[in-house]
C-alpha cells in the first residue's frame, strides 16, 4: 500500500496510526479530523478538566517527540467515501485518495429536538463542549442533567463536588440498567441520592423553557425543575452519515467482522462508529469505550495490511471505568447476557462492592466498586476464558 487514509483524528484514529507504523507500514499516511485539536483524552472531560483540576496540555495523547510521519488534515470533514476508488471527499472539496482506509469517526451526542439557539443547553463530547460548559459550571447555579448513564452521572459528580445544585432525570426506572443490569444499575446509581443529588426516575422530558436561555426543563408528568444550566446526556450516535452511497453495509454503525474489516475491501472501521461482530454473542455491536478504541486498532490494522489473509481471533472482553463522588467503578464483559449476579464481596452501603455476572454459572461480566484489586483478577480470569 502506498497510501493509507485515517478518517477520525480521536484515540481509535491515533491507535490506528500508531499500529501502522508498529506493524511495518512505510508508506504516506493521512489522518483525517473535524475538530481543529491533535488527538485528545475524552474521559477527563466530565470529571477532572470540568472541575479544573487538569489542564488542556494535560490531555494530549501524544508525547512529546512521537513521530508517525503523519499528514495531518485537521478541521476538515469527511463528507463522502468511493468506495471502489477508495477516495475519501472532504468539505473543502478537496479528496485523498488511498490504497487502505481506517474509519475511525466516532460518534457524536445525541441532543433534544428543539433546543437549537438556547442558551445554558450542552451536550458533553468534545473538548470545546467541556470548555463552554466548564466555564458555565464555574458560575453556579442550578444544573439539570437529562440522562442517568455515565456521562450524565460523571457529570452530576463533577457539578456536586462544585457546589451546583443538582438534579439527573432519567427516563428509565432504573438508570445504568442497560450497561450493568437491573440490581447494580440502581445500587451505582444510588450514589447520587447518597451524596444530596436529586435523582428523578421514570419520568420523560417533555421540553425546556426559556426565551433565549433555559430557565426550567418540563417533565412529561407536569412537573418543572428550575434550571440556569441543562446537560442532555441521552447517548451518542455513530458518526456515519458521510458513507451514504459508499456502498459499505451499515447498520447501527459500520458492519465489520471479528477484526474490523467492512463489506468493502481495503476499508476497516474501529471505535465508536465501528459495529464488530462478536464471536461469542453470535452478534454486532458497537464497544463505545476508551480501552476498546485503544486496542482493536491493532487487529483491524493486521487484517487491512494482510488483506484478510489473518484469520480473526476473538475481542477481548469491553472494560470500561467511572469515577463518580470519589467512587472508582469498572466494568468487564457483557451484563445482558447474565442469568445472575451475584456481590461477592464489600457492601453496598460502603460502596465497595464487587459484584459477577454469570450465565449458567460461569462468569461473562464483573463489576468493581472500590475495589480495584479483585476486579482486575476476575477481569483476567474473562479474558482467559474468553
Given at each position: 500500500?502506498?497510501?493509507?487514509?485515517?478518517?477520525?483524528?480521536?484515540?481509535?484514529?491515533?491507535?490506528?496510526?500508531?499500529?501502522?507504523?508498529?506493524?511495518?507500514?512505510?508508506?504516506?499516511?493521512?489522518?483525517?479530523?473535524?475538530?481543529?485539536?491533535?488527538?485528545?483524552?475524552?474521559p477527563p472531560l466530565s470529571k477532572e478538566f470540568l472541575s479544573g483540576s487538569l489542564a488542556e496540555a494535560d490531555l494530549a495523547l501524544e508525547p512529546d517527540g512521537?513521530?508517525?510521519?503523519?499528514?495531518?488534515?485537521?478541521?476538515?470533514?469527511?463528507?463522502?467515501?468511493?468506495?471502489?476508488?477508495?477516495?475519501?471527499?472532504?468539505?473543502?472539496?478537496?479528496?485523498?485518495?488511498?490504497?487502505?482506509?481506517?474509519?475511525?469517526?466516532?460518534?457524536?451526542?445525541?441532543?433534544?429536538?428543539?433546543?437549537?439557539?438556547?442558551?445554558?443547553?450542552?451536550?458533553?463530547?468534545?473538548?470545546?463542549?467541556?470548555?463552554?460548559?466548564?466555564?458555565?459550571?464555574?458560575?453556579?447555579?442550578?444544573?439539570?442533567?437529562?440522562?442517568?448513564?455515565?456521562?450524565?452521572?460523571?457529570?452530576?459528580s463533577t457539578a456536586y463536588a462544585l457546589g451546583l445544585d443538582v438534579t439527573v432525570v432519567e427516563a428509565a426506572p432504573t438508570p445504568l440498567a442497560g450497561p450493568?443490569?437491573?440490581?447494580?444499575?440502581?445500587?451505582?446509581?444510588?450514589?447520587?441520592?447518597?451524596?444530596?443529588?436529586?435523582?428523578?426516575?421514570?419520568?420523560?422530558?417533555?421540553?425546556?423553557?426559556?426565551?433565549?436561555?433555559?430557565?426550567?426543563?418540563?417533565?412529561?408528568?407536569?412537573?418543572?425543575?428550575?434550571?440556569?444550566?441543562?446537560?442532555?446526556?441521552?447517548?451518542?450516535?455513530?458518526?456515519?452519515?458521510?458513507?451514504?452511497?459508499?456502498?459499505?453495509?451499515?447498520?447501527?454503525?459500520?458492519?465489520?467482522?471479528?477484526?474490523?474489516?467492512?463489506?468493502?475491501?481495503?476499508?476497516?472501521?474501529?471505535?465508536?462508529?465501528?459495529?464488530?461482530?462478536?464471536?461469542?454473542?453470535?452478534?454486532?455491536?458497537?464497544?463505545?469505550?476508551?480501552?476498546?478504541?485503544?486496542?482493536?486498532?491493532?487487529?483491524?490494522?493486521?487484517?487491512?495490511?494482510?488483506?484478510?489473509?489473518?484469520?480473526?481471533?476473538?475481542?477481548?472482553?469491553?472494560?470500561?471505568?467511572?469515577?463518580?463522588?470519589?467512587?472508582?467503578?469498572?466494568?468487564?464483559?457483557?451484563?445482558?447476557?447474565?442469568?445472575?449476579?451475584?456481590?461477592?464481596?464489600?457492601?453496598?452501603?460502603?460502596?465497595?462492592?464487587?459484584?459477577?455476572?454469570?450465565?449458567?454459572?460461569?462468569?461473562?461480566?464483573?463489576?468493581?466498586?472500590?475495589?480495584?484489586?479483585?476486579?482486575?483478577?476476575?477481569?483476567?480470569?474473562?479474558?482467559?476464558?474468553?
Amino acid at each position: 500500500m502506498r497510501t493509507v487514509a485515517v478518517v477520525g483524528a480521536s484515540l481509535a484514529g491515533l491507535s490506528a496510526a500508531r499500529s501502522l507504523r508498529k506493524q511495518g507500514y512505510d508508506g504516506r499516511l493521512v489522518v483525517i479530523g473535524d475538530e481543529l485539536h491533535r488527538p485528545y483524552d475524552r474521559p477527563p472531560l466530565s470529571k477532572e478538566f470540568l472541575s479544573g483540576s487538569l489542564a488542556e496540555a494535560d490531555l494530549a495523547l501524544e508525547p512529546d517527540g512521537e513521530d508517525l510521519r503523519v499528514q495531518w488534515l485537521l478541521g476538515v470533514r469527511a463528507v463522502g467515501l468511493d468506495g471502489p476508488q477508495r477516495a475519501v471527499r472532504l468539505a473543502d472539496g478537496s479528496e485523498v485518495r488511498a490504497d487502505g482506509v481506517v474509519i475511525a469517526t466516532g460518534a457524536a451526542a445525541r441532543t433534544l429536538p428543539g433546543t437549537d439557539g438556547l442558551t445554558g443547553v450542552h451536550t458533553l463530547r468534545t473538548l470545546d463542549d467541556a470548555r463552554a460548559l466548564r466555564d458555565e459550571l464555574a458560575l453556579g447555579g442550578r444544573l439539570v442533567v437529562i440522562g442517568g448513564g455515565f456521562i450524565g452521572a460523571e457529570v452530576a459528580s463533577t457539578a456536586y463536588a462544585l457546589g451546583l445544585d443538582v438534579t439527573v432525570v432519567e427516563a428509565a426506572p432504573t438508570p445504568l440498567a442497560g450497561p450493568l443490569g437491573e440490581t447494580m444499575g440502581g445500587i451505582v446509581s444510588a450514589l447520587h441520592t447518597d451524596h444530596g443529588v436529586r435523582l428523578l426516575c421514570g419520568v420523560g422530558v417533555k421540553g425546556l423553557s426559556g426565551r433565549s436561555r433555559v430557565d426550567a426543563v418540563l417533565l412529561e408528568d407536569g412537573r418543572s425543575i428550575p434550571a440556569d444550566i441543562v446537560v442532555v446526556g441521552v447517548g451518542a450516535r455513530p458518526c456515519v452519515e458521510w458513507l451514504a452511497g459508499s456502498g459499505i453495509a451499515l447498520a447501527d454503525g459500520v458492519t465489520c467482522g471479528a477484526d474490523g474489516r467492512t463489506s468493502l475491501a481495503g476499508v476497516v472501521a474501529v471505535g465508536d462508529c465501528a459495529s464488530w461482530y462478536d464471536p461469542r454473542a453470535g452478534l454486532h455491536r458497537r464497544v463505545e469505550h476508551w480501552t476498546g478504541a485503544r486496542e482493536r486498532p491493532d487487529a483491524a490494522v493486521t487484517a487491512l495490511l494482510a488483506g484478510g489473509a489473518v484469520e480473526p481471533g476473538a475481542p477481548r472482553p469491553p472494560y470500561f471505568w467511572s469515577d463518580q463522588y470519589g467512587v472508582k467503578i469498572q466494568f468487564a464483559g457483557h451484563a445482558a447476557g447474565a442469568d445472575s449476579v451475584t456481590i461477592e464481596e464489600g457492601a453496598r452501603d460502603d460502596h465497595n462492592v464487587l459484584a459477577v455476572y454469570r450465565r449458567s454459572g460461569h462468569p461473562v461480566a464483573v463489576l468493581g466498586m472500590n475495589q480495584p484489586r479483585l476486579f482486575t483478577r476476575w477481569r483476567k480470569q474473562l479474558a482467559a476464558a474468553a
